[in-house]
């Protein structure tokens, strides 16, 4: 058995307004008070749900996991930039050429994430969360296949993609050259170990496959942050 992907969490100065922005664009139901804080419920086949998190800490650069959301039509793409903007939303050039048509916007903290062209075969058969398109060699690709226990549906040129046998987003890691890490993360995946397994148990299996754990001042948490084998952060839940 395998770790479930239980939430990708975000770092935010004003989680509440933070999620009731992501809330409102993407549909999903915001509660506030259960054992994750303040989370979105995916109202779809995503397999996840959304968390938000205090920090103080500034965002330094760009983040190294971005959503590309999906669009049915030239029309769909102008009305779902329409409303990120119209709920805090703001474009923003990170260098993308102009004949390139998918849109960059940043939410209301900065996160960035594109709304993708309608012709966009790669994500032809996905949902509005198209995909999680990270910096990543193709090392860590396969080891979040093997963390996770999902195939590889994308394995060329040193870019990879993973996808949850149930459906729901891809995972992508584009490859050389990988954009330096600035500080930590501000999105982190939240694992939840296997329902018949325990939390060390878990934790030394993703040991095995080229994980480290990490010390950031958690002190007695009872999540394990560990990072992958590019150095980005991820917790490892206990048992609930």
């Not at 800490?57 to 769909?76: V, Y």
């Not at 890691?173 to 397994?197: E, I, M, T």
């Amino acid at each position: 058995m395998t770790s479930h992907l239980h939430a990708l969490s975000f770092d935010a100065h004003d989680p509440l307004g933070l999620a009731r922005f992501w809330s409102g664009f993407l549909g999903w139901e915001l509660t506030d008070g259960s054992s994750d804080g303040i989370a979105l419920l995916p109202g779809d086949d995503t397999g996840f749900r959304i968390r938000f998190l205090q920090t103080e800490e500034r965002k330094t650069g760009p983040n190294q996991t971005h959503f590309d959301l999906t669009s049915t039509s030239l029309d769909d793409q102008r009305e779902v930039v329409a409303r990120a903007l119209r709920l805090g939303a703001r474009h923003i050039d990170i260098g993308q050429l102009p004949e390139e048509g998918h849109v960059v916007l940043a939410d209301p903290e900065g996160n960035e994430f594109c709304v993708i062209e309608p012709d966009n075969k790669f994500l032809a058969d996905c949902g509005f969360i198209g995909a999680l398109a990270c910096d990543g060699s193709q090392e860590v690709g396969y080891f979040w296949s093997r963390a996770l226990g999902w195939p590889l549906v994308w394995d060329q040129d040193q870019e990879t993609a993973i996808r949850s046998p149930h459906g729901g987003p891809k995972i992508t890691w584009g490859g050389p050259p990988v954009s330096p890490k600035n500080g930590r993360s501000r999105l982190h995946f939240d694992l939840a170990p296997p329902a018949d397994g325990d939390q060390r148990a878990e934790v030394e299996r993703l040991v095995s496959l080229g994980a480290t754990r990490l010390d950031i001042g958690q002190g007695e948490a009872s999540r394990v942050v560990m990072a992958d084998p590019d150095g980005q952060e991820f917790c490892v839940l206990a048992p609930r």
